[in-house]
């Protein structure tokens, strides 16, 4: 026995013994794996169910507006996705679905929330940072990677949102067809909110009410009543011109009667010419002043108020321009160093004399040269600059014109009333007053088509009237804090440990059973 031992030592461990084994405990083997592999799947399945979860409800969106991508509504204002779940909205979604029966606001308004959702900026965002984790990239090829990365995610579109509702502790007693009823009327709440308090599709710019014309409420003194009313109507006049300035504006018109925007201007500058201005001269011819001193006092401090306004505008528009001129000296060049600059170089010759140069001399680069780069760049680039001030240069001297003619016209009705002798057969006080509130009620008509015009050139530059989109239906799922993917990686990796050891095993067994059948250890098969 000691020999045979000796020449199996001496001979080596045997391959082919090694792999008749291994075929024979072939099925230990693979029941011993299959074990393994059920058991870390019930520990994996375990863990995985067993961990904290939370379930939550999403309801996906796309935003319909222009400049959505940009953070901003069509007429120009900051947009936020937190606007989508204010504290009003949420209080009157919640009074309407009558959530009070399930759960309180507080947590009701904790458990929604928005988020922005593109799988196109996942997905490329997930291939970048595969390729920048390649240790063999060098820097200019990161470099090169990163503003592929920014082009790309610049072309991709930022107006996918997701509005989730999370469930947990009282939230999770609201139905799940009650919670995808509450996303949806949450979104639709916003819209509206957003379009008729905000007038985000309303073009950026304050016009007047027709409520700025008071009919039922004339002075004793008509001559002050007429007064009032001409400065409303000027107000009328210079929103007219403002809203003229809007593209399209001048080719809308009103629904009902196809009024346009010049011919209200017309009709309000007659009425201002035909109607009011007579009306006053009327009243004074008339003797229906009820007070002249204290009418005289009145247009005394209407005359200041309109000479301080003026005196205002003028300051605004001298401190425009004198930026301006400021500005643009600061960027112009001396003419003497023009000159240095610009004249042709000499050389002296063999006999003293200055002659020019034959040849073409490299210009020196000293501090003219640079001041004149500098000039040269700085005129270039700064244009939309200097433009924006000759803009509100030329506004300046425009708002400039209507309160001339209003102190113009305050001196001229001043004087009259100092020197127009009172009395004579013409209108009576009855009839100025008609007069006036008809000429009231088509001032106040012709404001109402002036915000007819408004709302249609709004339409006209947002033609948008739903501000989102729903992409997909809500949708309902658990997020738990295993990941199923992580767990199959840990049982692939138990299942690969436990082959080579099972085998081992296997070897070590049929090792030992050689041995005891060698020293007689175990019981004679055929003898038994």
């Known amino acids: 026995m000691a020999n045979?031992?000796?020449?199996?030592a001496a001979d080596g461990i045997s391959v082919s013994?090694?792999?008749?084994?291994?075929?024979?405990?072939?099925?230990?083997?693979l029941l011993g794996t299959l074990a393994v592999a059920v058991a870390s799947f019930i520990v994996s399945l375990l863990l995985y169910l067993l961990a904290p979860s939370q379930r939550i409800t999403t309801l996906q969106f796309r935003l319909d507006f222009d400049r959505a991508e940009e953070g901003k509504y069509p007429n120009g204002l900051k947009f936020s996705s937190a606007e989508i779940t204010t504290l009003p909205t949420l209080?009157?979604?919640?009074?309407?679905?009558?959530?009070?029966?399930?759960?309180?606001?507080?947590?009701?308004?904790?458990?929604?929330?928005?988020?922005?959702?593109?799988?196109a900026y996942d997905q490329l965002a997930?291939?970048?940072?595969?390729?920048?984790?390649?240790?063999?990239l060098g820097p200019l090829d990161r470099d090169r990677l990163q503003r592929?990365?920014?082009?790309?995610?610049?072309?991709?579109?930022?107006?996918?949102?997701?509005?989730?509702y999370l469930r947990g502790g009282n939230t999770d007693k609201i139905p799940e067809?009650?919670?995808?009823?509450?996303?949806?009327?949450?979104?639709?709440?916003?819209?509206?909110?957003?379009?008729?308090?905000?007038?985000?599709?309303?073009y950026k710019l304050a016009v007047l009410s027709p409520n700025i014309v008071e009919t039922d409420n004339v002075r004793p003194d008509l001559i002050v009543s007429l007064l009032i009313l001409r400065s409303k109507v000027s107000r009328v006049l210079e929103n007219v011109r403002t809203l003229g300035e809007i593209p399209g504006a001048e080719l809308a018109r009103t629904p009902k009667d196809k009024m346009s925007l010049e011919e209200i201007r017309v009709r309000l500058e007659d009425t201002t010419r035909y109607r009011i201005e007579p009306l006053v001269s009327a009243a004074r011819a008339n003797g229906l002043m009820t007070n002249a001193a204290e009418t005289l006092r009145f247009l005394d401090t209407q005359l200041a108020y309109d000479l301080r306004q003026l005196n205002?505008?003028?300051?605004?528009?001298?401190?425009?321009?004198?930026?301006?001129?400021?500005?643009?000296?600061?960027?112009?060049?001396?003419?003497?160093?023009?000159?240095?600059?610009?004249a042709p170089s000499s050389a002296l010759d063999r006999n003293g004399s200055r002659q020019p140069n034959a040849e073409t001399l490299m210009p020196q680069i000293n501090d003219s040269f640079l001041d004149r780069i500098v000039a040269m760049t700085n005129q270039s680039v700064d244009v939309l600059y200097r433009q924006k001030l000759a803009d509100d240069f030329r506004r300046g001297l425009r708002g400039l014109i209507p309160m001339q003619q209003a102190v113009a016209y305050d001196r001229e009705v001043i004087a009259m009333l100092r020197t127009a002798p009172a009395g004579g057969a013409g209108m009576s006080a009855d009839q100025v007053r008609a007069e006036l509130a008809a000429t009231q009620n088509d001032v106040r008509m012709l404001v109402g088509r002036v915000n007819e015009i408004y709302e249609q050139v709004s339409r006209n530059l947002n033609p948008s009237t739903e501000l989102y989109t729903l992409t997909a239906p809500p949708i309902a799922h658990t997020e738990r804090t295993r990941d199923l993917k992580n767990l199959a990686m840990y049982d692939l990796l138990a299942v690969l440990i436990a082959l080579p050891v099972i085998i081992v095993l296997c070897l070590l067994h049929a090792r030992i059973r050689e041995e005891?059948?060698?020293e007689g250890y175990a019981p004679d098969v055929a003898a038994t």
């Open 516 to 518: 005891e059948e060698q």
């Open 126 to 136: 997930a291939a970048y940072q595969a390729r920048l984790a390649d240790p063999k």
């Open 312 to 342: 205002a505008r003028q300051s605004d528009a001298d401190s425009i321009r004198q930026s301006l001129a400021v500005y643009g000296n600061q960027n112009t060049l001396q003419p003497e160093k023009e000159a240095a600059m610009t």
């Open 91 to 119: 209080l009157r979604v919640y009074d309407a679905n009558h959530l009070n029966q399930f759960t309180g606001f507080n947590e009701f308004s904790r458990s929604i929330f928005v988020l922005e959702s593109n799988a």
């Open 148 to 164: 592929e990365w920014e082009a790309k995610v610049a072309a991709i579109s930022k107006n996918d949102y997701s509005l989730n």
């Open 4 to 8: 045979t031992q000796e020449n199996e």
């Open 17 to 29: 013994h090694i792999v008749h084994t291994i075929r024979a405990y072939a099925p230990a083997i």
């Open 177 to 202: 067809s009650l919670v995808r009823k509450v996303l949806s009327d949450i979104l639709a709440e916003w819209a509206q909110y957003a379009i008729h308090e905000q007038h985000v599709l309303s």
